[in-house]
């Protein structure tokens, strides 16, 4: 148990993208994520998870190879971006972006 709480290794969800790589992040995490980083996507749970499953395009980064942006145009466009370890992923960041960031197209729809 870290941080004394109950939820810091309770899975709040897991996807798997079309690079074969299963995504997942903890409660305690999203929970950072809406009230911390992002406040934003508060209630755009299933926004993110869409996203990682069926993106309009996944790019890598190009200062780091493991780090993958997953964009996908709702009401605006919005990119979730997510850490792969082979084929194992952890969701670091979500937010409403301006326009499709430099680096590697990886895969498109």
Not at 40 to 62: A, C, F, G
Not at 84 to 108: C, M, N, R
């Amino acid at each position: 148990m870290k941080n004394g709480s109950i939820n810091a290794d309770k899975i709040f969800f897991k996807i798997t993208t079309p690079l074969n790589v299963e995504v997942k992040t903890t409660i305690d995490y999203w929970q950072y994520l809406i009230d911390i980083k992002h406040p934003v996507m508060k209630n755009k749970e299933d926004l993110v998870k869409n996203t990682l499953k069926i993106p309009d395009e996944i790019r890598q980064s190009k200062i780091d190879k493991e780090i993958f942006l997953y964009y996908k145009k709702f009401d605006k466009l919005y990119c979730v971006v997510a850490k792969h370890i082979d084929s194992q992923g952890f969701l670091v960041t979500a937010y409403p972006a301006d326009k499709i960031k430099e680096g590697d197209l990886i895969w498109k729809k």
